[in-house]
């Protein structure tokens, strides 16, 4: 008697064990879990990918800065300026005698930049004194 109600009791547990076991497996395999699972793994891989290119970029970016100090140190552009010497172009612009607000149009040899007036009784932009607004 002992010894049917020993398998008996095993039997019973064993059942109950494969049912619940079979019933997670069933529950881990409908829609709505399936998705969950793949929703919560694309976020695990972006958040990988984001900490990957963050990483990527602050290398990008500090090989960059060595290199174009590398490229400054190779041309020169590092050394210290000689502050009694003027540049090229501001000089020829001085020589010439023309004012500084003027001076790019003349390093190029362009024509004199078109004049404003302003009226002060309107308040508005007058090309060489002719207003295009007024009445006629």
């Given at each position: 008697?002992?010894?049917?109600?020993?398998w008996?009791t095993?039997?019973v547990?064993?059942g109950?064990?494969?049912?619940?076991?079979v019933?997670?497996?069933?529950k881990?395999l409908?829609?709505?879990?399936?998705?969950?699972?793949?929703?919560?793994?694309a976020?695990?891989a972006?958040?990988?990918?984001?900490d990957?290119a963050v990483?990527?970029a602050?290398?990008?970016?500090?090989?960059?800065?060595q290199?174009e100090?590398?490229?400054?140190?190779?041309?020169?552009?590092n050394?210290?300026?000689?502050p009694?010497?003027?540049?090229?172009?501001?000089?020829?612009?001085?020589?010439?005698?023309?004012p500084?607000?003027r001076?790019?149009?003349?390093?190029?040899?362009r024509?004199?930049?078109?004049t404003?007036?302003i009226?002060t009784?309107?308040?508005?932009?007058k090309?060489?004194?002719y207003?295009?607004?007024?009445?006629?």
């Amino acid at each position: 008697m002992f010894r049917r109600t020993f398998w008996f009791t095993t039997g019973v547990a064993a059942g109950v064990w494969a049912t619940t076991k079979v019933n997670r497996k069933l529950k881990q395999l409908t829609p709505e879990s399936l998705a969950r699972t793949a929703g919560n793994k694309a976020i695990e891989a972006g958040h990988r990918l984001k900490d990957r290119a963050v990483d990527f970029a602050l290398d990008v970016r500090d090989n960059m800065a060595q290199r174009e100090a590398e490229l400054g140190d190779a041309l020169g552009l590092n050394a210290p300026i000689d502050p009694e010497l003027p540049s090229p172009k501001l000089s020829a612009s001085l020589e010439q005698g023309v004012p500084p607000s003027r001076r790019h149009a003349a390093i190029e040899n362009r024509t004199e930049p078109k004049t404003y007036v302003i009226d002060t009784t309107s308040s508005t932009y007058k090309k060489n004194s002719y207003n295009r607004n007024e009445d006629h």
